[in-house]
């Protein structure tokens, strides 16, 4: 949510954000809806103040024993008792359009990101690792998985496209990975652990700008609430509301949860494979902080990610999104993308962003600073530690023999029960 006191003393700064993100200028509307609004405001207090100066005049023209002018203050205060509530509705109508208006406004980008309409103008920031040297033709993952336990056929005969059903060692191997994530970012990285609930109503979607824009993105049960599409939602939520004391900053939580998206604009891509799912699992990585210090800590925060590649040692690359790539809450992220040999390509793993105050503010979300007066929005940054099953399929095409079995690198062999490699069932 954008600040409307920005707008009003920045307008010319603000469509220069939105000119980066390829937007046409917004400030005029938006601006003149406001000035309609504090209009209504101020001529809503004026009648509320002149009703209450009026009602304390009629006991003084009675005392005085004029009665005319007391009808005539009677009357006026009947009239403005009418006026008030037409007002109120107006005022309040006015108030939503505007919610509404801002609601829908992607962040301004910070200052260093690269301009561009899409994901070719992404500026690649490092590499870590070199792609293994295969002596056979290595194959994609959807070639290899079936026979080791990756079953597309089950998953979409029980819940159709999009759907995997995972067998033996390669279920194994799904939930190790998983739990070498979250005990890795907790044990060495810092964060906090929290197992949240993976359904949640409006105000948690709302509040992490999930709505309006990605309703039809996530399926929604029949009671209304929301499967949520990734834990930001129920980290980031958990604070929703609050007002924090300056102390209790950073904070810092991650949870390996199950995450649905309904990929409604995704028709078409990666329908082949495990790389874009209906239903996954993701460690998250949510971190709550100063304004002063949100810029170190998505630092902090992408090094905790790439910190996961390194240990499975899975090639990757380090690329920061240009203005028409990033999400609509973030005003700067970096994309994680793993090397991929059976498709010979980077894909991406993970994205680490900052939102600045932005989704502070559509929760309502402030801390008190130490020996200041007032409050001030935090900042909120998100990022995932990683997408368990994108690192599923990374370490079955890099870690392939030309037998068809796969090797498990050794930071996951504590947790694999004496599996040192996947092999047909």
Not at 250 to 260: I, K, Q, V
Not at 369 to 384: A, D, M, R, W
Request: with cysteine; proline share 5%.
């Amino acid at each position: 949510m954008h600040d409307i006191k920005f707008i009003r003393e920045n307008p010319a700064a603000f469509d220069a954000g939105l000119a980066r993100r390829g937007l046409e200028p917004l400030s005029a509307p938006i601006l003149a809806l406001d000035s309609e609004r504090r209009s209504v405001a101020t001529r809503m207090q004026e009648a509320q103040s002149r009703r209450n100066d009026a009602s304390k005049l009629i006991g003084a023209a009675m005392g005085r024993g004029d009665k005319d002018e007391a009808e005539r203050l009677k009357t006026e205060v009947a009239e403005l008792k009418d006026t008030l509530p037409a007002l109120e509705t107006e005022e309040r109508e006015l108030t939503q359009r505007l919610t509404d208006a801002l609601a829908i406004i992607p962040n301004l980008p910070a200052p260093d990101v690269p301009e561009g309409a899409d994901e070719h103008a992404n500026l690649e920031v490092s590499r870590w690792g070199s792609p293994r040297a295969f002596n056979f033709p290595p194959r994609e993952h959807a070639d290899l998985g079936p026979a080791l336990g990756l079953d597309f056929e089950t998953g979409a005969l029980i819940s159709g496209a999009r759907f995997t059903f995972l067998r033996g060692g390669m279920a194994r191997l799904q939930r190790a990975i998983g739990q070498f994530m979250i005990d890795h970012q907790t044990s060495v990285n810092g964060y906090s652990e929290c197992n949240t609930p993976v359904l949640v109503r409006d105000e948690a979607m709302y509040g992490t700008d999930k709505l309006p824009k990605f309703a039809e993105d996530s399926f929604r049960t029949t009671d209304g609430r929301w499967l949520i599409p990734t834990s930001e939602v129920t980290l980031t939520s958990s604070v929703m509301g609050q007002i924090l004391d300056e102390a209790a900053l950073p904070m810092r939580m991650t949870a390996l949860s199950l995450c649905f998206r309904s990929e409604a604009g995704a028709a078409g891509k990666d329908t082949r494979g495990f790389i874009r799912q209906h239903q996954f699992e993701k460690c998250e990585l949510v971190s709550v902080v100063r304004p002063e210090d949100s810029a170190a800590e998505h630092e902090r925060m992408t090094d905790a990610a790439e910190s996961i590649l390194q240990a499975l040692e899975l090639p990757y690359r380090k690329v920061l999104l240009c203005t028409g790539d990033m999400g609509f809450g973030a005003r700067k992220t970096y994309d994680l993308e793993v090397w991929l040999p059976g498709q010979e390509t980077y894909r991406e793993i993970s994205s680490c962003s900052n939102c600045g105050d932005f989704q502070a503010r559509r929760m309502n979300t402030r801390y008190r600073p130490e020996g200041g007066k007032g409050t001030e929005f935090v900042h909120t940054l998100n990022g995932s530690g990683l997408a368990v099953g994108r690192t599923l399929v990374a370490v079955l095409e890099n870690y392939q023999q030309e037998d068809g079995t796969v090797e498990i690198p050794k930071a996951l062999l504590p947790s694999m029960g004496g599996i040192d490699r996947l092999v047909p069932l």
